[in-house]
Nanobody
Framework: QVQLMESGGGLVQPGGSLRLSCAAS????????MGWYRQAPGKQRNLVAT???????NYADFVKGRFTISRDNAKNTVYLQMNSLKPEDTAVYYC?????????WGQGTQVTVSS
C-alpha cells in the first residue's frame, strides 16, 4: 500500500499562484502514473493533470497553459504548479497514484481562490 501526503493548498487571490506537492511513500514500486484531481462542492471529481513515470503529461482543457505538473522521481514526489488562478479553480485537490490494477488517493488539500 502507498501513502500520499499532499501539501501546498491555501487561500490565494485571483491571478495568484500556488504549488501543490504530493509525496508518495510505502509500496511505490509499480506506480506508473501520478496525478491531480479536484472536486468542488456538489460536483464530481475531475482530472486536472497526470504524469507517467516516463514523463508523459496530460492536462484537462480548463487548466492548459496555466497549470504545470512535474515529478521528482528521486523524491517520489509530484508537483502541480498553478498560475493565473481563477475563482472557479476553488476545490479540494486530490493526489492520485495509479498502478496497473488499482489506484490510491491522498486525503486532499483545499485550494480557495478569492479576493
Amino acid at each position: 500500500q502507498v501513502q500520499l501526503m499532499e501539501s501546498g493548498g491555501g487561500l490565494v487571490q485571483p491571478g495568484g499562484s500556488l504549488r501543490l506537492s504530493c509525496a508518495a511513500s510505502g509500496s511505490i514500486i509499480g506506480i506508473w502514473r501520478m496525478g491531480w484531481y479536484r472536486q468542488a462542492p456538489g460536483k464530481q471529481r475531475n482530472l486536472v493533470a497526470t504524469i507517467t513515470t516516463g514523463g508523459t503529461t496530460n492536462y484537462a482543457d480548463f487548466v492548459k497553459g496555466r497549470f504545470t505538473i512535474s515529478r521528482d522521481n528521486a523524491k517520489n514526489t509530484v508537483y502541480l504548479q498553478m498560475n493565473s488562478l481563477k475563482p472557479e479553480d476553488t476545490a479540494v485537490y486530490y493526489c492520485n497514484a495509479a498502478y496497473t490494477t488499482t489506484a490510491y488517493w491522498g486525503q486532499g488539500t483545499q485550494v480557495t481562490v478569492s479576493s
